[in-house]
T-cell receptor, first 113, second 116 residues
Framework: AQKVTQAQTEISVVEKEDVTLDCVYETRDTTYYLFWYKQPPSGELVFLIRRNSFDEQNEISGRYSWNFQKSTSSFNFTITASQVVDSAVYFC??????????FGKGTRLHILP | EAQVTQNPRYLITVTGKKLTVTCSQN?????MSWYRQDPGLGLRQIYYSMNVEVTDKGDVPEGYKVSRKEKRNFPLILESPSPNQTSLYFC???????????????FGPGTRLTVL
């Protein structure tokens, strides 16, 4: 069965610090997709990234970077030089070869000015 | 503008009074899904639909019904709401099914439901 664990319930850092949000997943499939979504205080859910199981390249998009490691079943998300606007709840999600998508419980990130 | 719309955005109702939350997307997406978000539990999938007339249960389907008569619409029906269905509900759609390549989901703005 698929499972996504975001062990960090809440994190607070001071602005300009780097912060890493952890995501550990469980799946029996060899083909799967991993996602990160952001939910700012306004409440909408915003897609950040998708990664398929065959692509272990790390990705960088501005201040955001993602580290996908199949060996540890992790898909961690790092924000470099954090800003107050990064304050949000971040969700990691997994879909296998079937039709369902499983979300982690989310990590609430507070960036303190 | 490409979007997923939900109505109503806020609803307060009483136990047992049937209600429908509408969801519509204008992106010709195949896959649509309903989630509920509760504190400490994250997003949990209620029902999903792979295409017209094809629906299936997610992880928490009890007390809910859905239909997919047209590609763009995916209403969520609560036949007899109960207080434990008080939650924030999100509809989402994606071009392809989760196992496909274009599977990032676009979410509606959410519907906050309170059942008294």
């Amino acid at each position: 069965a698929q499972k996504v664990t975001q062990a960090q319930t809440e994190i607070s850092v001071v602005e300009k610090e780097d912060v890493t949000l952890d995501c550990v997943y469980e799946t029996r499939d060899t083909t799967y997709y991993l996602f990160w979504y952001k939910q700012p205080p306004s409440g909408e859910l915003v897609f950040l990234i998708r990664r398929n199981s065959f692509d272990e390249q790390n990705e960088i998009s501005g201040r955001y970077s993602w580290n996908f490691q199949k060996s540890t079943s992790s898909f961690n998300f790092t924000i470099t030089a954090s800003q107050v606007v990064d304050s949000a709840v971040y969700f990691c999600a997994l879909s296998e070869g079937g039709d369902k998508i499983i979300f982690g419980k989310g990590t609430r990130l507070h960036i303190l000015p | 503008e490409a979007q997923v719309t939900q109505n109503p955005r806020y609803l307060i109702t009483v136990t047992g009074k049937k209600l429908t939350v509408t969801c519509s997307q204008n992106m010709n997406h195949e896959y649509m899904s309903w989630y509920r978000q509760d504190p400490g539990l994250g997003l949990r999938q209620i029902y999903y639909s792979m295409n017209v007339e094809v629906t299936d249960k997610g992880d928490v389907p009890e007390g809910y019904k859905v239909s997919r008569k047209e590609k763009r619409n995916f209403p969520l029906i609560l036949e007899s709401p109960s207080p434990n269905q008080t939650s924030l509900y999100f509809c989402a759609s994606s071009l392809s099914v989760p196992s496909g390549g274009n599977n990032e989901q676009f979410f509606g703005p959410g519907t906050r439901l309170t059942v008294l």
